[in-house]
């Protein structure tokens, strides 16, 4: 991992970060630089920064380099960071919070990831369940993304398979009322300062 | 034992055969799942990275409707589970939480107590029905064949709850009951990479591709999550001519490996829905 050196002005720094991202921020403070959390990740060595170096941005309130970073992006929810960390840090939990922040401030670096929640999401909320091929129409279209061609390439194999079906209301459950009032009020509630 | 049974999205399409082969699996050690009427879409891993409430509501709605029948909440799916089994956690770590989530399922007219018991299929399996009445109900010999045991991430992590979070050895213990050998893997809980195949497939692709040759000498792989499965099946082709070398193996839900040693046909487990095909693996248990 290449060395970074940053020119710290006082207005980079905001100390109310850590208490933001982390479910427990003293906890966060205790991290010891112990690399473990680092050395259990399996997608470590594409990230910009690796966990440990994260957290200790973090720490120090470094908040626009850590939500520009791919880091966050990256995190599988294997949990093995979690589970292994020695000071009982919720990783994972973090790694998480980073995601949904750097989307609200409009900072995300890999944008496909944040897209491809999002059609999720969107899906879901439609059906009740999720329905692959409109979920992953409605992701490439979003990302722009090349790469589509492929996995047309594998959706065919999975529908001569006979493992997807192309109609999307197939899937709807019936009490699609009640998931409609749950994503209502969950946006209601986190429109709340 | 009869259970609540909540399926999750990926059984009803990509992993059908995961689906079918569980149900008929259990069926034959005289357990039984009840599937959980109109349930939803838990979240998987992608909820959590947009919404923190709605990734507890999600699974909560299906907790709520699971509490009215007094069952166990029994899933195949590890990021069903995880999901499902967090909402619990939460309620207990977060007082907070219990609130919030009162009020939001009071919006679709339900309420969750927070007591219904979520359980994982493999733990079902290994530790209600046992390795024994497994070993009792072998039809067909497996013996010599050699079967990765891959439970992926989310199976066991983080709480491990039901078996080791680090090297978990409860599919070890059932490919033995089975008469089968389970291959010394160290990547058992390795990540497959989850929804990275999709959104950054280079990343995804090397997560693969060193779980697949890790795996070279052995027969097949068995998963118990239907990502895992699907990341480990779908692109060996691909990743054989990335490697320059022929990669074949077929990757078994344990379920369709447990129905083949009970005697079920190819047909019952849906094993012609599994992408590297099975035929060279059914050949080879004619012969031993
Ligand atoms: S394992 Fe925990 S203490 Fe060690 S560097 Fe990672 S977060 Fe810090
Ligand atoms: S949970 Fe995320 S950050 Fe932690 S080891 Fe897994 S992929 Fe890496």
């Known amino acids: 991992m290449a060395e970074k050196t940053f020119n710290l002005t006082r207005d980079m720094l905001d100390h109310t970060f850590a208490d933001l991202v982390t479910p427990d921020r003293e906890k966060l403070l205790t991290c010891i630089q112990c690399g473990t959390c680092t050395a259990s990740c399996p997608t470590a060595y594409a990230m910009d920064y690796t966990p440990r170096q994260l957290w200790r941005l973090i720490q120090l309130g470094l908040k626009e380099e850590v939500l520009t970073s791919n880091s966050f992006w990256l995190c599988t929810a294997c949990y093995l960071c979690t589970l292994r960390c020695l000071r009982g840090i919720a990783c994972t939990e973090t ?81 699609l009322d009640q998931i409609e009032a749950i994503y209502r009020k969950v946006e209601e509630l986190e429109a709340k300062p | 034992m009869r259970y609540s049974y909540m399926p999750g999205c990926s059984l009803l399409s990509t992993a059908r055969g995961y689906d079918t082969s569980a149900r008929a ?157 389970p291959f010394p893997y160290l990547w058992k809980t390795r990540c497959c990479g989850g929804i990275l195949m999709t959104t950054e497939k280079a990343i995804g692709m090397s997560l ?38 022929r990669i074949h193996m077929p990757v078994l839900f344990l379920t369709q490996l447990l129905g083949l040693a009970f005697g079920l046909s190819e047909r019952e487990l849906l094993l012609d829905q599994n992408i590297v095909p099975v035929s060279g693996l059914l050949r080879q248990l004619q012969t031993v």
């Not at chain 1, 129409?137 to 493992?163: C, P, Q, S």
């Not at chain 2, 097949?220 to 895992?228: A, E, K, R």
């Open chain 1, 95 to 175: 790694m998480s919070t980073l995601k949904r922040m750097a989307v609200s401030m409009g900072m995300e670096k890999l944008s496909s990831s944040a897209r491809f929640y999002e059609a999720f999401r969107d899906t879901v909320r439609r059906h009740g369940r999720l329905h692959e091929v409109e979920l992953m129409a409605t992701f490439f279209g979003r990302a722009k993304r090349l790469g589509a061609m492929g996995y047309t390439r594998l959706g065919f194999t999975l529908w001569r398979k006979g493992k997807v079906s192309l109609d999307a209301s197939a899937v709807n459950i019936r009490g």
């Open chain 2, 208 to 245: 693969v591709s060193e779980l697949l040759a890790a795996a070279q000498g052995a027969d097949c792989i068995v998963t118990v999550c239907p990502m895992c499965q699907m990341n480990l099946d779908a692109y060996q082709r691909e990743i054989s001519v990335q490697l320059g070398v």
């Open chain 2, 25 to 181: 699996v259990i069926r034959e050690l005289g357990s039984e799942l009840v599937e959980l009427e109109d349930w939803n879409c838990c979240g998987a891993n992608a909820i959590e990275s947009v919404s923190y409430l709605l990734s507890v509501a999600l699974p909560a709605r299906n907790l709520a409707l699971a509490e009215l029948s007094n069952r166990e909440l029994v899933t195949s799916c590890s990021s069903c589970f995880l999901n499902l089994f967090k909402v619990n956690h939460r309620l207990q770590r977060e007082p907070p939480l219990r609130g919030r989530l009162e009020e939001i399922l009071a919006a679709a007219g339900l309420r969750y107590s927070g007591k219904c018991r979520v359980r994982h299929l493999l733990d079902v399996i290994a530790n209600d029905i046992g390795v024994q009445a497994v070993a009792n109900r072998v039809e067909r010999n497996l013996s010599g064949l050699k079967v990765v045991p891959y439970y992926g991430c989310q199976t066991v992590r983080p709480y491990g709850e039901y078996d080791g979070p680090y090297l978990p050895t409860s599919m070890d213990r059932l490919i033995e009951a089975v008469g089968a050998v």
